[in-house]
Nanobody, 117 residues
Framework: QVELAESGGGLVQPGGSLILSCVAYGSNLAHVVMGWYRQAPNKERELVARITSGLSTDYADSVKGRFTISRDNARSTVYLQMNSLKPEDTAVYYC???????????WGEGTLVTVPS
């Protein structure tokens, strides 16, 4: 069983930056694809970024060039560096892990990022 704990959310003015962190308890990240999703009010949850154990990355078009995902397997932690934040980035951000050995999916409880207009 894996537990994911996100931190780093908060209120940031447009153009500001935040770093989100997610620690995976009960697992290392050697066989896990890590990602960040977000869900804005009245919208479906969407993929923001993901990173494989081989450090390949994918980003949503809406955040490409502004957000950077990274991981530290030794610390079982994934990060999301968010720059040039916009009001449309306001959402609850969820850490996600997929263990490709057993196919299990894990979700954090979410951390709120608010960027006022």
């Amino acid at each position: 069983q894996v537990e994911l704990a996100e931190s780093g959310g908060g209120l940031v003015q447009p153009g500001g930056s935040l770093i989100l962190s997610c620690v995976a308890y009960g697992s290392n990240l050697a066989h896990v694809v890590m990602g960040w999703y977000r869900q804005a009010p009245n919208k479906e949850r969407e993929l923001v970024a993901r990173i494989t154990s081989g450090l390949s990355t994918d980003y949503a078009d809406s955040v490409k060039g502004r957000f950077t995902i990274s991981r530290d397997n030794a610390r079982s932690t994934v990060y999301l560096q968010m720059n040039s934040l916009k009001p449309e980035d306001t959402a609850v951000y969820y850490c996600h892990a997929l263990n490709f050995v057993d196919g299990m999916n894990y979700w954090g409880e979410g951390t709120l990022v608010t960027v006022p207009s």
